[in-house]
């Protein structure tokens, strides 16, 4: 990368109101130091202990949704870049935080986590909480130790809808973006 090039990044981040950003694999020992960075980050805005905690809690989950669903199942036949990295970036505006993540997923898991989406897109508060529930109660929990309660628990805590797109990059993979706003 040209230096001007780094001075630009730099330009734009500043632009989007970027407080913390970070591009690679997401590990359980990075995921402590990254908590850790933004939580003394979180401490200088001059913000609510309420806004700082939603923020908070809602980094956690998207870091733990990141690496729980790191693809290592087929990592020797697949590439290796594309199967555990992603990206994570905070953003901050006048009136919202923005917790915004990226990963690529294997295509086979698109139509089902897109079914999963539009489903808590479509409920309320109330309905959000019958879900989780619901979930909680029917106790399958996949093979990467979770309970798909991540997403339902990211749109509770936000209190907003949630922004996905699924971009198509090969004939394995897709990569997912995902928006949470917090008010």
Do not use: P
Not at 68 to 73: A, G, K, L, R, V
Not at 79 to 91: E, F, H, P, R, T
Not at 121 to 135: A, I, V, W
């Amino acid at each position: 990368m040209s230096l001007k090039k780094i001075y630009s990044l730099y330009r734009t981040m500043e632009e989007e109101n970027i407080i913390f950003s970070f591009n690679g694999v997401v590990t359980a020992d990075f995921l402590t130091v990254i908590l850790d960075i933004m939580e003394t980050k979180m401490s200088y805005l001059s913000e609510t202990s309420k806004t700082k905690k939603k923020v908070f809690n809602i980094l956690v989950e998207c870091l733990q949704n990141l690496y729980h669903h790191i693809d290592d199942e087929n990592d020797l036949k697949r590439d290796l870049k594309k199967s555990k990295s992603s990206i994570v970036m905070v953003k901050h505006d006048q009136e919202s935080y923005y917790v915004q993540t990226g990963n690529y997923i294997d295509k086979s898991v698109v139509s089902e986590l897109d079914e999963r989406l539009i489903k808590i897109n479509g409920l309320d508060k109330e309905g959000l909480r019958e879900y989780y529930r619901e979930t909680l109660d029917n106790g399958a929990v996949s093979s990467k130790g979770t309970a798909g309660l991540g997403m339902i628990d990211i749109a509770r805590k936000s209190g907003n809808k949630l922004e996905y797109e699924f971009l198509e990059i090969d004939e394995e993979f897709s990569f997912f973006s995902l928006n949470v706003k917090i008010d």
